[in-house]
């Protein structure tokens, strides 16, 4: 299933290279909003951390708008730059809502943590230690909520819920799938974050969200079966011939296929 999942999230990135440009640009200037037109305008302290909140907050609302554009592409269809309005409006709530929960949660770790390692002892140690991994569970989770969604619709409590069914029934794909998006950010390092970028990154979650729905489709219809024996090459046989069979001269030489 993973190598279904890195071949299609690859692939569906590289055919839509010009889509993820456009949305990864717009990640561009609302993060650089915040980052460069305090210092660049000389703006007081307050005004400065008021526009960086406002700048990450918009951030949030774009990377839910770019997995709601996304979603079209997983599903072997397109996005157009004229469709991106609909899907900030759609993405609005979820992404404050997941920048809010993100927020929330790095407050806690960064006050709670040394606050309770502060006081030592068995006690202090076990709180600190039910925040770290609350916090750990909590990202690997919210891999899943705006994905969830874009494709099934619902609201907070219905698709938080959801998010963390998704990790601990999956949680070896989960974690698989955090350094999966690690290792994609860090590349985007030397591409400027044009590519594959937070919009890449966006794509990627909407493919491994699509794959892995298979799975309950399946149990769904076959509630006696053992969980631990899901058939990933029968489930996942139409996307792969739909991907199809494709090779490194087929990328940059299409034509001579």
């Given amino acids: 299933m993973i190598g279904s999942f890195i071949k299609k999230a690859f692939f569906d990135g590289w055919d839509h290279l ?38 990450l907050a918009a951030g949030a609302v774009w990377w839910s708008a770019s997995v709601f554009a996304m979603k079209d592409v997983a599903d072997f269809g397109s996005f157009h730059a004229r469709d ?17 929960l993100l927020a929330a949660g790095w407050f806690v770790v960064s006050v709670g943590l040394p606050f309770y390692l502060s006081i030592g002892g068995i006690l202090g140690a076990l709180a600190a230690g039910v925040i770290f ?45 955090f350094f999966y998006s690690v290792i994609l950010l860090a590349i985007s390092i030397f591409l400027a974050f044009l590519l594959p970028g937070f919009a890449g990154l966006a794509l990627a979650q909407d493919v491994a969200l699509r794959l892995r729905l298979y799975k309950y489709d399946w149990l769904e219809a076959n509630p006696d079966a053992n969980r631990r024996a899901v058939p990933w ?25």
């Fill in 133 to 177: 991994w609350f916090s750990v569970v909590l990202l690997l989770a919210l891999q899943y909520y705006i994905p969830l969604r874009a494709r099934l619709g619902g609201g907070l409590k219905k698709n938080l819920r959801k998010s963390f069914v998704m990790f601990f029934d999956n949680p070896g794909f989960s974690i698989f799938l």
């Fill in 84 to 100: 991106i309005w609909p899907h900030v409006k759609a993405g609005l709530a979820p992404g404050l809502q997941v920048g809010a």
């Fill in 233 to 257: 090459d029968e489930l996942l046989a139409e996307d792969r011939e739909l991907v199809g069979k494709r090779t490194l001269k087929g990328m940059f030489f299409p034509w001579k296929e």
């Fill in 18 to 55: 010009f889509s993820l440009i456009l949305l990864n640009l717009g990640f561009i200037v609302v993060l650089s909003i915040g980052a460069v037109l305090p210092g660049s305008l000389g703006l007081p302290a307050w005004a400065g951390i008021a526009l960086g909140a406002l700048s």
